[in-house]
């Protein structure tokens, strides 16, 4: 079954359905959410994506991020793709949104409002390999002199919710 987006207009209204390839694919605003699971230590679990995804192979990037299904609630979203990536499942809260666009080389654009998750777990993540190369623990301030000096590293999208929303990924 193909995965559809919800496009929305900048008041987080939504407005239709797409395909989310052809949505990447004309650049159209849709919702999307980034979660963030930091543990008792202050650290965060940051995720390589798979390498054969179509968009961002490879890179490290926040726990897990998607799109909304039609009906699904930012947090259920949240929880439910967390347990398809990361093969654990925490509470969530949202602390706020945002709107990017970024254009890849490969042609494809991410135009979303961004809806951002923080949770906490101590365990040990069960990666879905389809998904996620690997995972690690990162210090918060670690994370940000590494994304400053290897930039090439991390997501688009990851760089930005670090660089604007810094203080409240800290605050669990």
């Known amino acids: 079954m193909e995965e559809h987006v919800i496009l929305v207009d900048t008041s987080d209204q939504p407005i239709g359905?797409?395909?989310?390839l052809e949505a990447h694919e004309k650049g159209v605003l849709h919702r999307a959410f980034s979660v963030?699971?930091?543990n008792n230590e202050g650290q965060l679990m940051?995720?390589?994506?798979?390498?054969h995804k179509y968009h961002s192979p490879g890179l490290w990037t926040n726990t897990c991020c998607s799109h909304q299904r039609?009906?699904?609630s930012n947090l259920?979203?949240?929880k439910r793709r967390l347990k398809e990536e990361m093969g654990f499942v925490t509470e969530l809260r949202e602390v706020t949104s945002f709107i990017y666009k970024a254009p890849?080389?490969?042609g494809l654009t991410e135009h979303e409002l961004d809806h951002i998750m923080i949770g906490q777990y101590e365990g040990t993540p069960s990666i879905n390999p389809e998904e996620v190369a690997d995972?690690?623990?990162?210090?918060?301030e670690d994370v940000r002199s590494d994304i400053k000096e290897y930039p090439q590293r991390y997501t688009v999208?990851?760089?930005?919710i670090f660089e604007k929303f810094y203080e409240k990924i800290q605050l669990l």
């Open 70 to 72: 039609d009906g699904e």
């Open 157 to 160: 999208w990851f760089m930005l």
């Open 36 to 38: 963030f699971i930091l």
């Open 17 to 20: 359905l797409m395909p989310k």
């Open 76 to 78: 259920a979203a949240g």
């Open 46 to 51: 940051l995720q390589q994506r798979a390498l």
């Open 104 to 106: 890849f080389d490969n």
């Open 135 to 140: 995972w690690k623990w990162m210090d918060i």
